[in-house]
């Protein structure tokens, strides 16, 4: 155990895919304990113990930005300390092994694992607060960010312990159209429609160039992923109701939130072009009942991180999405059992 600051550090590590070794770490609150554990699942498929998005990486010798500043930053451990500071003790783990002859090249590179085993992965996460002496009489919440998002559905979706959701920028969502494979169908159309509805040439949509009911954010500028999820919700019109999974053999998210529903918090921003598109939907659903405990956000001026984005470079995660996570999760800590 290291104390850091006034909270407790316990480092341990997961067996996984491969029967390799991953890293995690749980986060003790100093002060008085809320009872709950929130699990931390990383997007895509690897990630770092810290989800650190380095400040350049060098591509053909060349080094490219990543960040806004061009300095790295790790989000893990600032969600972590809004949490802990609640009273929440956090868990959140890497996906890239010790034994992975790779480990040394990411995020460039590193042994990929099918995602079905990062799903199992986060399940061995889960028996360890179940286990854990320090937690095993915790009520659990877990917060998944982009494909994490998914896989936190999924596995809430057969397991009654679980009892609320957090989801960032969650993947995977919605079907946005018949034979999904879960990708953006209408991502091309989309574009297309786009540059159709910008009038006067200068790059944006704008004011009386907006279709009537398409600024799903009303902040008066049209974005590709409002008009693919206009798209979308046209198309989902002449979708039989179905249930299946990804081509990744995971279930898509409303099939998983309408089998087990919990109270559910998704937050996206306005500047995420890969998956905001699922949030119009989501809505809908939300709205005809099919999700009575889902809510969904839309938060201005974030990206996919739910940071800012310039460009293709990113900063950390806000201080106005950690707010919404850790107000959001006050308001349910009363209703969720014990």
């Known amino acids: 155990m290291v104390t850091v600051g006034e909270h407790a550090r316990h480092d341990f590590t997961l067996t996984g895919p491969r029967g390799w070794t991953f890293d995690a770490r749980l986060i003790e ?10 699990i931390l699942i990383g997007g895509g498929i690897g990630n770092d113990l810290d989800w650190t998005i380095p400040g350049t990486v060098e591509v053909n010798s060349k080094a490219m930005p990543l960040t806004i500043d061009g300095t790295s930053h790790k989000d893990a451990p600032r969600i972590a300390q809004a949490l802990a500071a609640k009273g929440h003790a956090v868990l959140h783990y890497s996906t890239i092994a010790h034994e992975d002859p790779k480990r040394g090249l990411w995020p460039l590179e590193m042994t990929s694992h099918e995602v079905t085993d990062l799903l199992q992965l986060q399940r061995t996460a889960t028996r360890s607060i179940q286990t854990n002496p320090l937690t095993r009489d915790d009520r659990i919440v877990l917060l998944g960010h982009s494909m994490g998002g998914q896989r936190a559905c999924a596995q809430t979706a057969d397991d009654s312990d679980i009892q609320a959701l957090v989801l960032l920028a969650p993947a995977q969502m919605t079907r946005t159209g018949p034979d999904d494979p879960g990708k953006n169908l209408n991502l091309a159309e989309a574009r297309h429609q786009l540059a159709q509805l910008d009038q006067d040439g200068n790059g944006t949509v704008t004011g009386e160039e907006i279709p009537d009911d398409m600024d799903f954010d009303q902040d008066d500028t049209l974005r590709g992923w409002e008009v693919a999820a206009a798209i979308a919700r046209s198309r989902r019109l002449n979708m039989k109701p179905e249930e299946g999974t990804d081509k990744h053999a995971i279930p898509f998210g409303e099939d998983s939130l309408q089998k087990h529903p919990v109270p559910t918090l998704i937050l996206y921003g306005n500047l995420d072009e890969s998956q905001g598109h699922h949030a119009p939907i989501l809505q809908d659903l939300i709205e ?3 999700m009575k405990t889902v809510e969904v956000r839309v938060l201005p001026g974030l990206g996919h991180q ?5 460009g293709h470079r990113i900063g950390p995660i806000s201080t106005l999405a950690l707010d919404q996570i850790v107000e959001w999760l006050e308001t349910q800590q009363p209703k969720l059992r014990p």
């Open 29 to 38: 609150p100093g002060g008085e304990r809320s009872g709950i554990t929130v």
């Open 288 to 290: 005809d009942g099919s």
């Open 306 to 310: 739910l940071g800012p984005e310039q």
